[in-house]
């Protein structure tokens, strides 16, 4: 994807989220290129499946995250199971007692 159309992507999605992470619901920013991009809250496009098959680049399977959620989940791990740890819900639900 040309970083031009990556961008404005990010930007669609981050409107569509009202600005929030996809998965620890933080703020985050737009900022522009080349400026600080490292900052942890900077949207990011994340890949919510991220086995490269078929429809991987599909715009369903994409998500704007925080820099640091990108950056922690790496690819080992389930994006709903990473996005119940970020939100703290996991000890929770494998602490078990609770009906869902
Ligand atoms: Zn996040």
Known sequence: ???GVKR???LELFNKQGGRCCYCDRLMVILPRGKDQNRPD???LEHLMT???RGWTR???M???CRECNGMRGSGMDWLMFKTYR???LWELIGGGKDF
Do not use: I, L, S, Y
């Open 1 to 3: 994807m040309k970083t």
């Open 8 to 10: 404005a992507f990010v």
């Open 42 to 44: 900077a949207a990011t």
């Open 51 to 53: 086995n490269r098959h």
């Open 59 to 61: 715009r369903d399977n």
């Open 63 to 65: 998500a704007a995250a």
């Open 87 to 89: 939100r703290g819900e």
